[in-house]
């Protein structure tokens, strides 16, 4: 059980990771079109978004959660779900937070992208690559190494 936790922890912050490094690739591609290309700012969000979730599903799958679902193209389509979900969840807080309550919108944009980080890895742990390979290889090698 303590080597489920420790590995459900590790995924977490590789998760993480891979999702600073989404928003880097998503804010970078926005500012390139929208500033260097003059692409209407809504174009220009869905490209950034659709570029940065490819990225994130291509890291998330083979580094986060270590995969082999054959099955990529159902895989990126759950991916994107949750991902499409996330978006709206977190725009619902947003409005919800600093729209309605008055909340300072920095404090509400914390407390949104933290919600929704949560319910984009337990969704995308639990249902996009619930396969879990990865997990189980990481389990069986620390469990040997310890004996």
């Known amino acids: 059980m303590q080597c489920l936790r420790h590995n459900v922890v590790r995924q977490f ?24 290309l003059g692409v209407f700012y809504i174009y220009a969000k869905v490209t950034s978004f659709c570029i940065a979730a490819t990225n994130s ?48 919108d920095l404090y509400a944009f914390v407390v949104a ?3 929704v980080m949560f319910w984009n890895f337990l969704v995308n742990r639990a249902w996009t690559f619930r396969d879990h390979t990865g997990e189980r290889e990481e389990a069986a090698l620390e469990a040997s190494s310890s004996t």
């Open 57 to 104: 599903y291509i890291l998330n799958r083979r580094w986060t959660f270590r995969s082999r679902n054959p099955d990529r193209l159902r895989q990126f389509a759950q991916f994107l779900v949750v991902a499409s979900t996330g978006a709206g969840m977190n725009a619902g807080i947003m409005y919800l937070l600093h729209g309605r309550l008055r909340i300072y």
């Open 13 to 36: 912050i590789k998760f993480g990771v891979v999702g600073f490094i989404s928003f880097t690739i998503d804010a970078g591609f926005y500012l390139f079109l929208t500033r260097l």
């Open 113 to 115: 992208v933290g919600v």
